[in-house]
């Protein structure tokens, strides 16, 4: 079977408000079904770890929770919604996005392909 690059940018969010979690989902989605891509973690040390952090999720549960019940990307919002411990108020979801080098090198990877889906820079800021 042919790997998968996984094609969600870092820039997507869900119903949550939370930028990279539909990225993080399908990458450990992929990696459930041996589909992902050589060279990508399923969940890597950078932008990956700091959603996680943000939101108060362990890096096992979630990979435990993927890998065996394989759900889709909103019954994954759902389950995280129902866990202890778990913040998802307005400021722990700005904390987790907040601008780091990583964040920084993410959205110059991917400004050419905001470009193509017609978003445009202006101020400094990447809007619609």
Same mark, same amino acid.
């Given at each position: 079977?042919?790997?998968?690059?996984?094609?969600?940018?870092?820039?997507?969010?869900?119903?949550?408000?939370?930028?990279?979690?539909?990225?993080?989902?399908?990458?450990?989605?992929?990696?459930?079904?041996?589909?992902?891509?050589?060279?990508?973690?399923?969940?890597?040390?950078?932008?990956? *770890?700091?959603?996680?952090?943000?939101?108060?999720?362990?890096?096992?549960?979630?990979?435990?929770?993927?890998?065996?019940?394989?759900?889709?990307?909103? *019954?994954?919002?759902?389950?995280?919604? *129902? *866990?202890?411990?778990?913040?998802?108020?307005?400021?722990?979801?700005?904390?987790?996005?907040?601008?780091?080098?990583?964040?920084?090198?993410?959205?110059?990877?991917?400004?050419?392909?905001?470009?193509?889906?017609?978003?445009?820079?202006?101020?400094?800021?990447?809007?619609?």
């Amino acid at each position: 079977m042919n790997k998968i690059v996984p094609l969600i940018g870092s820039a997507e969010v869900g119903p949550l408000g939370v930028l990279h979690l539909p990225r993080l989902w399908l990458k450990i989605s992929l990696d459930a079904k041996g589909l992902l891509a050589d060279g990508y973690p399923s969940v890597g040390k950078g932008f990956d *770890q700091m959603v996680l952090d943000g939101l108060g999720l362990a890096k096992e549960a979630v990979v435990d929770f993927i890998t065996k019940n394989r759900p889709t990307y909103p *019954q994954f919002e759902t389950w995280i919604k *129902q *866990q202890p411990g778990t913040r998802l108020d307005t400021s722990s979801i700005s904390n987790s996005m907040k601008p780091s080098a990583v964040t920084i090198m993410t959205m110059v990877r991917f400004y050419p392909y905001w470009e193509i889906m017609s978003y445009r820079r202006t101020s400094g800021f990447v809007t619609r």
